[in-house]
Structures are given as C-alpha cells and as structure tokens.
C-alpha cells in the first residue's frame, strides 16, 4: 500500500512538473501560435447587437472548446488557438460592405451567433 501511494505521488509530480516546466504545455503554445498567426479568431459571423464578431473570453489554460449544432453528428470538439489581445478589428456595418453575415432567423451551429471563444491573456 505504502509503495503504491509513493509511487502514485512521484508519478503526480512528474506529470504536473512536466507540464509546468516545459513539456506538453510549451509544445501546445507554439503550435497554438503557430496555426493563430494563419487564421482569423472569428468565423464567418457577426454578432447582430454589435455587428462585428465578438470574442468572449475564457481562461488561458483552455486548450479545447465545443462547438454544437442542431443536427446529428453536427458537435465537435476544437483546439483554441488563439491569445486575447487589444487589437480592435474595427467597426463594421452590415450591408454589402460588411465582411460578416448576421445571425439568422433559425441558427442551425453555434458559430452563426457571431461569438467565439479566445484564451485570456497571461498575467
């Protein structure tokens, strides 16, 4: 019993060492960085009391993020790749020079609600 309670101990303090001090979480931050600096932070619509995309913000240690809509098979799981920053993407204004669609009458997937999930920053 004693060996087995040691033993779970030193493997704990492994992992959470490994995970702290470089390890999966380093190798998950560079790819995070990576694929953000290739892709937009929002898709394809707008939030419509705003009319831009809006990013709510989740805590930086969020690797994942569920995406549902209303149809068999149509949930899934995403990699959050993107780090909030101040940068303000600017007004926009719906009609046809608005890049983004507004919501629709009869959302089918959470993305066409215009808000997206980004990690908060890092002290």
């Known amino acids: 019993m004693r060996k087995t309670l040691l033993f779970s101990a030193l493997a704990i ?31 394809d619509y707008a939030y419509t009391p705003i009319g831009g995309p809006v990013a709510l913000v989740v805590p930086p240690h969020a690797d994942t993020m569920a995406a549902w809509g209303w149809g068999v098979t149509s949930s899934e799981i995403r990699p959050l790749y993107h780090q909030f920053g101040r940068a303000d993407p600017g007004g926009v204004v719906f009609g ?6 507004p919501t629709p009458l009869w959302p089918s997937h959470t993305d066409q609600f215009g808000v997206y999930p980004v990690r908060g920053p890092w002290r």
Request: hydrophobic content about 45%; glycine content about 10%.
């Open 13 to 43: 303090a492994v992992l959470c060492g490994q995970a702290y001090a470089g390890g999966p979480r380093i190798r998950a931050a560079r790819n995070a960085a990576y694929f953000a600096s290739a892709r937009p932070w929002h898709g």
């Open 96 to 101: 046809e020079t608005s890049p983004f669609l």
